[in-house]
């Protein structure tokens, strides 16, 4: 996966159009860059690419979300983060802040493609937090803050925990739970893949709710390919 984004990164910085895939660079500038990837900070809508489409439809992982949410779903939004050198992390938020859909809640899943350590920006969680309504958001005002940044000032999050990966790990995760990312601080990346499921039938409301639809949705039915092996 790591590879296959790298080209496509790569490929991107060259004028060569890659289909449906949408390269977000990273604000703040990275000056250990050597490479296009060095400056992106995420390339959505990875999940009809095929060796990405192989991981979301995963029986082993849709068995897990199917448990939560229902047999029937939908893939909506899938991100690879680089989180490269200096970049910085995403305030307090609840996803579903982002989702305005007819139904809730989501399911995040969070593969780890790197190890998240305190140092590169680990993802830290309010325990509980699922059972919140979605909290008001404000704008991130730092500077060099990602395009769409909010945050949620309203609650108090000292009882958080970080969330400590190794490559490999998997984290699944309600949409209203709270959670943020901290700067990385490391001379690495953090790289994650990020994907997220909702029930099939859900009705996209972002336009209704912001004035403009989100570039990184694209609704995608999942197709079973059989039970899970052990």
């Excluded at 790569?10 to 159009?17: C, P, T, V």
């Excluded at 979301?56 to 229902?70: F, H, M, R, W």
């Excluded at 739970?177 to 039938?201: C, E, F, P, Q």
Aim: aromatic share 8%; charged share 25%.
């Amino acid at each position: 996966m790591h590879a296959r984004v790298v080209e496509i990164c790569r490929l991107n910085a060259a004028g060569q159009s890659v289909p449906n895939v949408f390269v977000l660079p990273e604000k703040k500038p990275n000056p250990l860059a050597r490479n296009p990837e060095d400056n992106v900070g995420k390339v959505f809508r990875l999940h009809r690419d095929p060796i990405f489409k192989r991981l979301v439809e995963d029986p082993a992982v849709l068995d897990l979300v199917s448990d939560l949410i229902g047999p029937e779903l939908d893939c909506f939004v899938s991100q690879f983060i680089f989180k490269n050198h200096g970049a910085l992390g995403q305030p307090w938020h609840q996803d579903s802040y982002y989702f305005a859909f007819s139904t809730r809640p989501q399911v995040g899943v969070w593969l780890a493609i790197t190890e998240a350590t305190l140092d590169n920006g680990c993802l830290h969680v309010m325990p509980c937090s699922h059972l919140e309504p979605v909290h008001e958001h404000v704008p991130d005002r730092r500077p060099h803050a990602q395009y769409g940044y909010t945050e949620i000032v309203d609650y108090d999050m000292s009882k958080s925990v970080p969330v400590l990966m190794r490559p490999g790990d998997l984290l699944v995760f309600h949409s209203c739970l709270m959670h943020r990312s901290t700067d990385n601080l490391s001379g690495g990346i953090r790289a994650a893949m990020v994907w997220h499921y909702t029930k099939s039938g859900t009705i996209d409301q972002t336009r209704e709710k912001f004035g403009h639809q989100n570039p990184s949705h694209d609704f995608m039915k999942i197709e079973r390919r059989g039970a899970a092996e052990d």
